[in-house]
């Protein structure tokens, strides 16, 4: 069963630090998700692709973080500086193309990455 | 924007029993409820869900209920494993148009605790 992979799984960063969180979608998923899920709380929209363009960056705190899908298929989410609220599981999603139909509906998660800034 | 509550935060049961996760969400445009499954160290992942023109949708030992008046959804898990132990998120899809369309906005999630 094709999956949505992300990596690294874990990071481990200084405050004032680069980082840099990679997403492979399942292959013909057009949209793409990147979300953050603080420890006890449901996942928060950062960024949403349509292809390689972005149709709802609203969230993203554009002075630190930044996120690209350059060939419109997997992607990359950066934060420098990175900051100790930072903190959290950093999860891509991915949902099938199309539009009209049920399916289209739902969006599949990867195992998420674990940023811990100290 | 949509904003979607969860109840209860933690829910603690005996195997076999039945657990019950209720949402509530404001905005009336949104169409697409999915529950969400995850376990320890990993992504979510969906376990049901339900369209706005559908008022139950039953899958097994899962169900999910829709109120459109009230603006509530409800899981029920029948028959309760300790293998359902996770934490479950709801959440609603936006169809409000501009760049909240298709957008998922998630309850603050219920950890459900099945003892053997």
């Known amino acids: 069963e094709a999956e949505v992979a992300q990596s690294p799984r874990y990071k481990i960063t200084e405050k004032s630090q680069a980082v840099a969180f990679w997403c492979d979608p399942i292959?013909?998923?057009?949209?793409l998700y990147w979300y953050r899920q603080i420890l006890g709380q449901g996942p928060e929209l950062l960024v949403q692709f349509q292809d390689e363009s972005v149709v709802d960056d609203s969230q993203l705190p554009k002075d630190r973080f930044s996120a690209e899908r350059l060939k419109g298929v997997d992607s990359t989410l950066k934060i420098q500086p990175a900051e100790l609220g930072d903190s959290a599981m950093y999860l891509c999603?991915?949902?099938?193309?199309?539009?009209?139909?049920?399916?289209?509906?739902?969006?599949?998660f990867g195992p998420g990455t674990r940023l811990t800034v100290l | 924007g949509e904003n979607v509550e969860q109840h209860p935060s933690t829910l603690s049961v005996q195997e076999g029993d039945s657990a019950v996760i209720k949402c509530t969400y404001s905005d009336s445009a949104s169409n697409y409820f999915p529950w969400y499954k995850q376990e320890l160290g990993k992504g979510p992942q969906l376990i049901i869900d339900i369209r706005s023109n559908v008022g139950e949708k039953k899958d097994q030992r899962i169900a999910v209920t829709l109120n459109k008046t009230a603006k509530h959804f409800s899981l029920h898990i029948t028959e309760t494993q300790p293998e359902d132990s996770a934490v479950y998120f709801c959440a609603g899809k936006s169809n409000a148009g501009g760049t909240s369309y298709g957008k998922l906005t998630f309850g603050q999630g219920t950890i459900l605790t099945v003892h053997p």
């Open positions: 999603a991915t949902r099938p193309t199309g539009w009209g139909r049920w399916y289209f509906n739902e969006q599949f």
């Open positions: 292959s013909g998923h057009a949209t």
